[in-house]
Each structure stands twice: as C-alpha cells, then as structure tokens.
C-alpha cells in the first residue's frame, strides 16, 4: 500500500491519501529448444538456454556458421553455386600369389647345385669359417627353413668327424710349471 504525499500534487495539503498501485513482476520460467522445440527449463539464474542439449547447441551453431558461410563470395571460402562433378576411377587387381615350398635337393647330385651350376667347397678353414657363418644366419630363410633338422644332423655329423680327427689338447698338470 502507498500513501500519496500533497508534495507529489496530488491531495489536498495536510491530508494523506491511502492508494494501493499495482505492480507486476515477469519471471521465465521455460523456453522452446531453437534446434528440436522441447521445452528447456529455466533455473532463474544467468543467461537463459536456448538448447536443451549440448548437442542440440552444437548443431545449431553448425547450421548458423554453414549459412554465413555459403553467402560469404567463393574467394572468401563461400560456397559455389555450380554443381560439383566427380570422376572416379576404381582399378582392382587380383593376384593369386601361391608360393610352393622349394623341393628338396637330390640325394643323387651332390656336386651341383639346385641352380645346375657345379658346386664348390670352401678352400681354407677362413672360408669354412665364412660358410658356415652364413649358415647360421640364413637358417630362418624360406629355401632352407623347411629342412633345418636335416641341416641340423649334416652339421652335427660334420661336427663329430671333426672333432674326432683332432687329438684332445692336453691340459698341463697343476704342479707343472
């Protein structure tokens, strides 16, 4: 309730005037989704949504900064109005890739090699030394992987043969000086 002073003109002077004045108040309270238009609650507080998801938000600003976009001129990363033409050219190459495991050398033919060409040994213990070397690092290879245990025995036969055509070295005897 407000009471009217005659220093506001109106009254009469010395008398008060009791009037009540009506005053409204607005508050929202929801708001539609701009993207779906659901209904978004509205807390009171800060700025009101104007999505009712994240990703309803996300879309919208994808959709405004796509229309800004294509009004923008082509050289300034517009869109242009001609249609757009593709050629594409789709080759597909099938390969039947079957690989034979390599036949075993003849027992028969020791002296050639697979290729015809006649084999030759190693003429010193320095190419020895190199040949089997050479072994030892190609026996994951695909032309002889298949047939490392029978390698395997070849070299220790070769092994025992040598070491029994060599005399044991002799250890000096402990009181030997």
Do not use: N
Not at 139 to 166: K, N
């Amino acid at each position: 309730m407000t009471k009217m002073r005659p220093e506001d003109g109106q009254g009469k002077p010395g008398q008060s005037a009791d009037r009540e004045t009506p005053t409204a108040r607005e508050r929202l309270v929801e708001r539609t989704c701009a993207w779906c238009g659901e209904p978004v609650v509205y807390g009171g507080r800060g700025r009101p949504p104007r999505y009712c998801s994240a990703a309803h938000r996300r879309r919208g600003w994808e959709l405004r900064t796509a229309q800004e976009r294509a009004e923008r001129p082509v050289d300034d990363g517009g869109r242009d109005r001609a249609p757009v033409r593709e050629v594409v050219e789709r080759t597909v190459v099938l390969q039947e890739a079957v690989q034979a495991p390599p036949a075993p050398r003849p027992a028969h033919r020791p002296a050639q090699r697979l290729s015809g060409q006649p084999y030759t040994l190693p003429e010193d213990a320095v190419e020895w030394v190199e040949a089997l070397a050479a072994l030892r690092r190609e026996v994951t290879h695909p032309q002889i992987y298949p047939f490392r245990e029978q390698v395997a025995r070849a070299c220790e036969r070769a092994a025992l043969a040598l070491r029994a055509g060599v005399p044991e070295p002799t250890q000096p005897e402990l009181g030997d000086s």
